[in-house]
């Protein structure tokens, strides 16, 4: 029900965007978010966005570099992560919300997509 795109092998310093496509149902009026994890590690939230797209909420590791987007007629989100850092290396998954408002719990989020890999070498 969830697919995600764009990750790669870059350079730091180096930009990707990462995409998210849903089905319409499991989208509609939902929040939806990206996590990530890297080896070893627990999965940790990177961004989220409400329903409307109005509202959004990052990780401070992130803030500022990263941004996330979202077209509801497409039922894609986006995350266009910027100044990427060897510290952003991880398997990047896109998620929906059990409700429209942002979160950072992943005990919020009950759809889950498969993981795409960002890798950023220094």
């Known amino acids: 029900q969830l697919q995600a795109s764009g990750g790669g092998l870059v350079q730091a310093g180096d930009s990707l965007r990462l995409s998210c496509t849903a089905s319409?149902?499991?989208?509609?009026?939902?929040?939806m978010g990206w996590f990530r994890q890297a080896p070893g590690k627990e999965r940790e939230f990177v961004a989220s966005?409400?329903?409307?797209?109005?509202?959004?909420a990052y990780a401070d590791s992130v803030n500022g570099r990263f941004t996330i987007s979202r077209d509801n007629a497409k039922s894609t989100v986006w995350l266009q992560m910027n100044s990427l850092k060897p510290e952003d290396t991880a398997v990047y998954y896109c998620a929906v919300a059990r409700g429209s408002s942002t979160s950072s719990s992943p005990q919020e989020y009950h759809y889950w997509g498969r993981g795409t890999q960002v890798t950023v070498s220094s």
């Open positions: 966005i409400g329903w409307r797209g109005w509202h959004r």
């Open positions: 319409r149902r499991t989208t509609s009026n939902n929040a």
